[in-house]
């Protein structure tokens, strides 16, 4: 039987168990989309822009900038990897942006001899909790279709209807 509905509590766990120390990065992608000062006007990018630096010589330093700059803040909380994200973008003078703008942040890297993907900002961490009308059998567990109708219908008219406005 499941306790009261007060003692259950989410959690989410995120093992960042990759060795970053001797990570050699060969590009940085860095995702921006500027909004609107006004909400009446539409946005600067009518969608997102991506920046791209890329590691050009064996002498230009491109590694040692990441892992000094960039790297050390994997695991960090999004405002900090976007302020020093932001900071990265803004001292190569090419674009001005603010930590807002930063929506992605993706080094490429060969790490241990293979060629990896880090993820900077994990959007896909987060989840929204909804109640759902279903009724519990005697050991506490809903019924999976009553569940899956249910969810459908809090998905249309309240995560979809609210993120689009309709």
Known sequence: MLPDYDDI?????????IN?????????????????????????????????FK????????????????????GRTN????????????QNELIAVQDTDIQDCTIIAKVNGSKKT????DSGSFATKFPLNV???ADGHPDFQETQ?????????EIIAKSENV
């Open 9 to 17: 509590k989410a959690h989410t766990y995120r093992l960042d168990s």
């Open 20 to 52: 970053l120390s001797k990570a050699e990065a060969k590009e940085v992608r860095i995702t921006l989309s500027r909004h609107s000062s006004s909400i009446a006007k539409p946005n600067v990018f009518s969608q997102s822009s991506i920046i791209t």
């Open 55 to 74: 590691k050009h010589s064996r002498d230009d330093g491109f590694e040692g900038e990441v892992s000094q700059k960039l790297l050390p803040f994997f």
């Open 149 to 157: 109708k249910e969810m459908l219908r809090v998905l249309g008219t």
């Open 79 to 90: 405002s900090d990897i976007k302020r020093v994200v932001a900071e990265v973008v803004n």
């Open 118 to 121: 880090i993820y900077m900002l």
């Open 135 to 137: 009724t519990l059998d």
